[in-house]
Structures are given as structure tokens and as C-alpha cells.
């Protein structure tokens, strides 16, 4: 299954032969603090040569010879369609089922209980959000835990929000079908109980069940918006993997926003790497990765 368009046109040489895969200071410069203002992601000096490649064939496809051309293309880009492919390129949305299996297990055996019992008013449903989602393994493997702790009467109704800034991304999401070579982390008895197996033309695939499926939504968001409009505070979050790419600052106002979204006692998990240093206040540390608002 291909996770990002492909654009198959040749490229002009006159991109891959100077130094720096041939994008100018002064492009790079333009385009670094067009990603940095719009997503936060910083891309210093030594990403010269990862955005020289990763916009190569978007500039030979648009017929364009040279990376200023596309830096002045963005520039007059009325309705941000172009901004939307350049953000797409220019994110890194490597992700898989189970990713930090500790997380899935503290989910399940701790957390989603824990809240059940202690924080849900009787008749209202757990609320999750996978606030940088990608392709969707993330919160598919939420759903996963919260469906097996239903099943076991552990926790009552729940719903997923999946969300990401990438449009790419979140279209491979809500088709929810994946190659079965990505269920490896996937513990056996979820992959028999959450998936049906592609036949015939669709062999060597899988789908999410659909009863899972329709419990998880999904939507644009993008975390430096000062409003995430979610409809109401979360129960868990998981924001894991991209804060390592933003700032401090950027990173203090999202985690600020974020931590404002749950419900007091609820949880926030981050990437084990992540760790959040002096930017924790008003979140208590239970493990690694995991916190819950005070
Ligand atoms: C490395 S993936 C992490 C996926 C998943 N959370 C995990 O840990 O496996 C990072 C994701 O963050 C998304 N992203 C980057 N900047 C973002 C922003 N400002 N708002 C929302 N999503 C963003 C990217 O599009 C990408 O899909």
C-alpha cells in the first residue's frame, strides 16, 4: 500500500547536481520558517539536503526549475492548496500498531479501568484523542485495548478522535486497511478479533472490523491552533512522537493546550523520548511517557 503519493516525472538536473541536493540558502531559509510558522516542526541547517529531496519531484511535477521558484510559488499560493502538499512532504509520519507497547499496556490494564471506575459519570463513554495520528495505527491500537477492556466489562462505551495535519495521512486512516506484514506487534488475539483478512484481490491485507472502525473519527487538526475544538475535555491523549520536533516554546504552549483539554485526573502520554522536563506543571509523572493532569 503506497502511504504517500508518488509523483513519477523526471527530474531537472539542474536540482540534483549542486551542493545541498541544489536548494539555495535562501530557499531553504524560506521554506524552513514556512514549515516552522505553519506546524512548528523545526528544520535546521542540516535538513538542507532531506527537503532538497523530499520536494524534488513535487517541483518537477509542477514544472518548476528550481527550488526559489517553488519557494515564490508558496508565496502566491491563494488557497493553500499547494501549502497543503509542501506540509504533507515536509512531515515525517513514520508510525506503527503497538508503537511503545508499554503505553497500550498502562492503557489497558491501569488507566482505562482506573477512569471507568473513578471518573465516569454513569451513561458517558471514555474519550480519546491521537493528537498526531498519522497513517492511524495509533489510535486503531487505543481502540483495540478499549474494545478487549469492554469486552471484559473493565470499561463501558468509548470513542476515538485520530487527528494530524497531514491530509495524506489521514486518508490511509480512514480507510483503516493495512498490510498484513504491519500487524507483527499486534497481539494475537487482537489480530483475530479486530481484523478481517483481505481475500482474492485484496490478499496480503487486512481491514479493521468494522464495529471498531466506526467507533474511531477522524479530523484535521493542527496542534499549534490555538482552538482544537473538540467538542468537550478528553479522558486520554496521546500526543507521542512529534513534539521532538518542535521548539520549547512551541512545545510549552501545545503541551499547555493540550493539558487543557483533560478532564482532571485524566491522561496524557507522550513518546517515551519526550520527556517533558520543566514544561510538566499542572501534570504529575505516573511512568514513562505517561502523565495525568492534577
Ligand atoms: C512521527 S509521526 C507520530 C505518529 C504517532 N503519534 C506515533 O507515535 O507513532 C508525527 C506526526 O505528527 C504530525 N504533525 C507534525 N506537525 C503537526 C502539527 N503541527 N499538528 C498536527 N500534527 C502534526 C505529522 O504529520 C506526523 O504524522
Sequence with gaps: MTMISAVSESEPSCLNTLPGGGITPRAFRA????????????????????????????????????????????????DGAELDVFIDLMTTNHTGFFREEEHFRVLGAQV???????????????????????????????????????????????EILGSDISQTMLAVAERGIYARDRLAPVPPELVSSCFLQGVRSQEGFVRLDPDIRRQVRFERINLLDDDYRLGGPQHVIFCRNVMIYFDEATRAGVLWRLREQLHPGGYLFVGVSESLGNLCGGLEPVSHGVYRRI
Excluded: F
Excluded at 128 to 135: E, H, K, N, P
Excluded at 141 to 151: C, D
Design 31 to 78: 521554506l524552513a520558517e514556512l514549515v516552522y510558522g505553519y506546524c512548528g516542526i523545526v528544520l535546521g541547517p542540516e535538513k538542507h539536503t532531506l527537503m532538497a529531496n523530499r520536494l524534488r519531484k513535487r517541483i518537477a511535477a509542477l514544472g518548476l526549475g528550481s527550488y526559489d521558484e517553488y519557494a515564490e510559488r508558496l508565496g502566491a499560493d491563494d
Design 112 to 158: 482505562l479501568p482506573e477512569l471507568a471506575r473513578e471518573r465516569l459519570p454513569p451513561g458517558s463513554v471514555l474519550r480519546m484523542w491521537s493528537a498526531a495520528c498519522a497513517s492511524g495505527e495509533e489510535p486503531y491500537s487505543m481502540a483495540m485495548v478499549a474494545a478487549q477492556a469492554q469486552r471484559r466489562d473493565l470499561i463501558p462505551g468509548w
